[in-house]
């Protein structure tokens, strides 16, 4: 039987997860496929303006709030393993 802490903890949980696969796919694809690996063109971007500022686009900044999430969700899962051993 789950406690209250568990029961709490366990929709958190839910609720990141959802918030996990969302964020991911919102988030655009840098592969270029198999097109930009036959004609070289994915490294093209680095040297101009917008590689140069890539962390101030909405897809950098979607990323860094994607691991925040992703560290939270992994700190909970811990805690809730922990809370299961000491029962």
């Not at 568990?6 to 988030?27: D, M, N, R, T, Y």
């Not at 971007?45 to 925040?68: C, M, P, Q, V, W």
């Amino acid at each position: 039987m789950l406690t209250m802490p568990e029961w709490i903890i366990s929709a958190i949980l839910l609720v990141l997860a959802l918030i996990i696969i969302i964020l991911v796919l919102f988030q655009q694809s840098d592969d270029d496929g198999l097109s930009g690996a036959i004609s070289g063109s994915s490294s093209a971007g680095y040297d101009s303006y917008l590689g140069k500022n890539e962390g101030r686009t909405t897809n950098a900044k979607l990323a860094k709030f994607t691991k925040i999430i992703a560290i939270v969700f992994f700190v909970l899962v811990l805690v809730i393993n922990i809370i299961n051993l000491g029962v």
